[in-house]
């Protein structure tokens, strides 16, 4: 599905070069479960976004599907995750003010989802995560993991084929960790979806199908 071939990112830093990624491969098939675990300032989030096509490389090269992030210019790379990327973050990211119904059904409405399809999708997806009873309701009626649920909702409303969550469980306790990472599986083997994640959470590993250790912006084994 993806893959990355020795990838370094850069940054100026007070006139200063900071290398973040040294030379990483890597690759993704469908349905997995893949964790990228690592400390605060491993480089796992700035991989994530060069994977999502967020950002891109300073060398090396990163093809999803055919496409090449390395080499598509900004236009290119937004079609491509409207259309076949979802995206979890680890505050959230819903709009406070709407319903987790709301939420899910503006995720459909970017994407360009036809109007007929946005009732029984967003229902579906809604019900998928367990929330089919609290659809109506709005996240600070909710609780953190129920939060995360929604979000999970909304990443998955357009179909992607490519699931990236920024440190998922972060904000959660143990129980509401691994409930988040249940839906994960099941939602990998129901709506057909790979899962990459950023993680330094240990108590999570086990659900994984392959974990990439990240140290200083390379691979340790």
Known sequence: MLTVQRVERSFQVGGEKL????????????????????????????????IG???????????????????AGDEERTAVRRREIGFIFQSFALLPLLSAWENVELSLRMAGTPKD??????????????LGKRMHHRPFELSGGEQQ?????????????????????????????????AVFRDIIRSENVTICMTTHDPTIMEAADHVYEMVDGTFVS
Do not use: Y
């Open 19 to 50: 290398t973040v990624l040294k030379s990483i491969s890597m690759e993704l098939f469908p349905q997995q479960l893949v964790m990228l675990r690592g400390r605060s300032g491993s480089g796992k989030t700035t991989l994530l976004n060069l």
């Open 53 to 71: 096509g967020l950002d891109q490389p300073n060398r090396g090269e990163i093809v999803f599907r055919g496409h090449k992030f390395h080499e």
């Open 117 to 130: 399809e946005w009732k029984p999708r967003v229902k579906h997806c809604l019900e998928l995560v367990g």
């Open 149 to 181: 649920r929604v979000a999970i909702a909304k990443a998955i409303a357009h179909r992607p084929s490519l699931l990236l969550a920024d440190e998922p469980t972060a904000e959660l306790d143990s129980q509401m960790g691994a409930q988040v990472m």
